[in-house]
């Protein structure tokens, strides 16, 4: 593996990951009385500060909390009981997580407003209603990992339990035990994203740290928010340090173990009714209610029409679509060349300070985007940087390396080694390897590992607002655009349309892929697999 | 594994060694970490021997094999491949892809996502051979191995014998100076295994190769090599011809690794006498004062007169062409393989058709 393909993407985490990150630090290693991080200093000295940080670390906690709560239960169903349309059910719990967030807390705005007519303020305002807004977009998280750790499970472990105890007991003892690392992982995922979060906590008047960040991002000061942002950085290096000494290696191992391909559902007998209405039940709160409200908020309209208002955001969301997919796709496919050559030193080459660089991409994940938006805009301070793409696609680049990174790490050690020694016994060098083998071998986790990458800056927000006021994207116009319901609520159907478009067409697309590999790896006729 | 404990001299082989031998490893450690998987490893192979390298889980064969491959660095010591060096300390000299030698893995490797006939052929399609003739040779190849019609199937499609022969292949067909497998016939059924032995040893003699065979299997160890390394904890223990090492191993270690043996605590006395719990035997006396066992053969072992050794019949197992005893006599238990049926509590005599062997007691 040349050494260079290893040594470039370090560079780009350390020059615009570490380097913006570190810079945050100067204002408190060096202050400068009036410098420009005055206004940060001040943020810090004033009483209200620790308010708001109690106020995003604790709604990042509750949602973590109880998103994994209301995940697990439908991730059992999803991922070992008997259950109908499972499929539809993934893709369907897919959209809320796709879209940006302030787009469901749009939806959920009339019903919020609702309430308080009916009711007073109630609970679904503050605090409280941001906090289920973001466990109803997160909680798919939990439901997808407690389903794959579930389908993960060894069969012949289940089947020793089963024997000894009952299946409640066997579920509860062991499957449970066993899904727990990839149950925590996704405990941290809705962590990390929840406490990025700046405009759901916004629009249901709750005030955040992060919020107050991205406010001085969004009029153009990001570069004064250095010192204000070092609480979040230390908060991120806190929780990064625990990850990797909870998971870190022991998440990878996990979601890596090989398993029976043959998963016996669990019976659910009587259980089919309720499963299915509990999914529903979901389902509805998470994208049918959002949905009524986005149609609600529209009606309300007194002088442009619903449609009229669609077409009009139209005219404004369809660019700011493209350009958000752009960006995502140039973004994605940035954080995947980075992440996937780190991937491959790390399981393949064993580099020194392999488990610094894996601290160093959780870090740069778990730190809200404002935070390094604002390190990148004081290590850069150049108008030009600002306002270019270029910026918004490699903090994308170094924001979310980690996801390829981690995923394909997975990847590889499912994959094991020696395929690949294989390769180099029979005089393969290491490009002819990675083109013929590692590459056709690994075709479907990468395409998933790019995938997510993509959406995962698709549905930023952060980045977007803080680095390209210019060239707006969807979930940045989203933020801007909550100052009025009418054009977020149609805002939020445009995105919702054009995301469910690029599911179905990507749905299709790995029906067909799926097809295709089967068909190319049909099993031979009995008798001549007997011989 | 075990822990390191000591330092030695530096290795350095004689000239004319390094030219005559398909493979010579001098003085070879290994370490990961602190644990020791190769200590002080020297073997040579000679062009077109067959060298089995037999040992319990755990005692470095594998990792013997994967440094000779270079896919593992060594710690110390040196790896000459056909008079070439290609390990020198933690030095990899010659990279995997450069190294003439082929390899069949316990797993097989074969890559899913190509034909059989692909996979075999990858090695010419890598040295940039014309299409034509990888198509030609690779055919050829499958056709010696009884591949015929398996050629457009993935490995998926074929059967476990079918895989293992394309594996065998794929490690044949760049017609490699030093052929390595690491338990290739592992996961096959008893039947295909012996079928696939004969197969090896039939291609090995045919193509005039050099191999170096790992197994835990002394069955396996046995039909197969032309000459056998009994390795344990990282150290080559013993080394010989199966013949000699299955009738006169030199260690305990040596006779329960490659037989059923009946090992008796003996103290020699003199004229060749040894003093055991089932009676005085004749054996040749030890070569030195230290402990020995004796060692007696289920095989050699047949129904006496009255004179002979008296036992009774604690259990038996029928074996198809044998049934298997196990004797008390004088409370030690002794292995039997009797041509005739036998039964439990049954009273035997028995005697020796062959002297004991002492063996060094070595646990």
């Known amino acids: 593996m040349p050494a260079a393909l290893i040594l470039l993407p370090i560079a780009l985490l350390l020059v615009f990951g570490a380097a913006p990150l570190l810079t945050l630090a100067l204002p408190w290693l060096a202050p400068v009385e009036g410098g420009s991080d005055e206004i940060g200093r001040q943020l810090l000295a004033s009483g209200d500060v620790y308010p708001l940080l109690a106020n995003s670390l604790g709604l990042a906690l509750c949602t973590a909390a109880l998103a994994t709560a209301v995940g697990i239960l439908p991730g059992v169903a999803l991922g070992r009981a008997s259950l109908r349309f499972k499929p539809a059910w993934c893709i369907l719990f897919a959209l809320p ?410 749905a299709l697309l790995i029906l067909l892929l799926d097809r295709a590999g089967r068909s190319s790896a049909a099993p031979a006729p009995v008798v001549a697999r007997a011989r | 594994m075990r822990r390191a404990t000591r330092t030695r001299a530096p290795a350095r082989p004689a000239p004319a060694e390094v030219e005559t031998r398909s493979l010579l490893v001098t003085r070879a450690v290994k370490m990961y970490g602190q644990a020791l998987a190769l200590d002080d490893v020297s073997l040579e192979v000679e062009p077109g021997e067959l060298v089995v390298l037999l040992g319990p889980s755990g005692c470095g064969k594998t990792t013997l094999l994967r440094v000779v491959a270079g896919l593992e660095p060594l710690t110390d010591g040196t790896v000459h491949i056909a008079g070439r060096q290609v390990n020198r300390g933690p030095l990899v000299l010659v990279p995997p892809d450069k190294r003439p030698v082929g390899m069949v893995f316990q797993e097989l490797a074969l890559w899913p996502h190509l034909t059989a006939e692909q996979n075999v052929s990858f090695p010419l399609a890598t040295r940039k051979v014309a299409a034509a003739e990888r198509r030609r040779r690779a055919r050829e190849l499958m056709q010696i191995l009884d591949l015929r019609g398996a050629g457009a199937r993935r490995p998926a499609e074929l059967s476990g014998g079918e895989q293992q022969r394309v594996a065998l292949a794929r490690a044949l067909i760049a017609e490699p100076k030093l052929m390595l497998m690491d338990e290739p016939l592992a996961s096959l059924d008893t039947h295909l295994r012996r079928r696939l032995r004969q197969k090896i040893r039939r291609i090995h003699e045919g193509f005039g190769m050099t191999t170096l065979y790992v197994t835990h299997d002394r069955e396996e160890a046995l039909g197969l090599a032309d000459r056998i390394v009994l390795m344990r904890q990282g150290r080559v223990v013993a080394q010989g011809a199966p013949g000699m090492l299955y009738t006169k191993p030199a260690t305990v270690f040596a006779a329960q690794l490659l037989s059923d043996a009946n090992l008796l605590p003996a103290d020699y006395l003199q004229n060749g006498y040894w003093r055991t719990p089932i009676g005085t035997l004749k054996a040749p006396a030890p070569p030195d004062n230290e402990r020995y066992m004796l060692y007696i053969r289920p095989e050699t072992l047949a129904r006496g007169d009255e004179d002979g050794l008296r036992g009774e019949v604690d259990a038996v197992s029928y074996r198809g062409c044998f049934w298997e005893a196990e004797v008390n006599v004088r409370g030690e238990e002794i292995l039997w393989r009797s041509p005739d049926p036998v039964e439990v509590r049954q009273q035997v005599h028995l005697r020796l058709t062959q002297e004991p062997h002492p063996v060094l007691d070595d646990r």
């Open chain 1, 97 to 506: 997580l796709l879209l940006p967030a302030v787009f469901t807390a749009a939806g959920w705005q009339p019903w919020a407003a609702l309430w308080r007519a009916a009711a007073g303020p109630g609970p679904v305002a503050g605090f409280v209603g941001a906090w289920l807004v973001l466990t109803l977009v997160t909680f798919p998280l939990p439901l997808y990992f407690t389903a794959l750790a579930l389908r993960r499970t060894d069969g012949a472990l289940e089947d020793l339990a089963r024997l000894q105890s009952r299946p409640r007991q066997a579920m509860r003892y062991l499957i449970f035990g066993l899904a727990r690392p990839g149950i925590a992982l996704a405990w941290l995922l809705v962590f990390v994203l929840a406490l990025s979060e700046t405009k759901v906590p916004a629009l249901f008047g709750l005030e955040t740290y992060q919020g107050r960040l991205a406010e001085l991002a969004l009029e153009g000061e990001g570069h004064l928010a250095g010192a204000a942002a070092l609480p979040l950085v230390v908060a991120a290096i806190v929780v990064a340090v625990a990850e990797a000494q909870l998971f870190g290696e022991r998440g990878v191992a996990f979601l890596a173990r090989t398993t029976r391909l043959e998963i016996r559902p669990l019976p659910l007998r009587w259980g089919g009714v309720p499963a299915h209405l509990l999914l529903a039940i979901l389902a509805l709160a998470s994208l049918g209610l959002p949905l009524m409200g986005w149609a609600v908020a529209l009606r309300q309209e007194g002088e442009m029409t619903a449609a009229a208002a669609v077409a009009a955001t139209w005219n404004a969301g369809g660019p700011a679509f493209a350009r958000s997919l752009v960006f995502a796709l140039a973004g994605g496919s940035l954080a995947a060349l980075v992440g996937l050559p780190l991937a491959y030193a790390a399981e393949r080459k064993r580099v020194p300070g392999r488990r610094a660089v894996d601290l160093l991409l959780v870090v740069l994940f778990v730190v809200p985007g404002t935070v390094l938006a604002s390190g990148l805009l004081r290590l850069v301070p150049a108008e030009l940087f600002r306002l270019s793409a270029a910026a918004l696609v490699i903090a994308f680049g170094v924001h979310f390396a980690v996801v390829p990174y981690r995923m394909e790490r997975v990847a590889l050690r499912q994959l094991g080694t020696r395929l690949e020694e294989a390769g180099m016994l029979s005089g393969a060098p290491w490009s002819a390897r990675t083109s013929r083998l590692l590459l056709p071998l690994n075709a479907e986790s990468l395409a998933a590992v790019w995938a997510i990458a993509v959406i995962l800056a698709f549905r930023d927000g952060d980045l977007g607002a803080a680095l390209s006021p210019a060239a707006r994207t969807l979930a940045a116009l989203g933020e801007i655009a909550s100052a009025s319901p009418v054009a977020l609520a149609a805002l939020s159907l445009v995105a919702a349309a054009l995301s469910a478009g690029v599911m179905v067409v990507a």
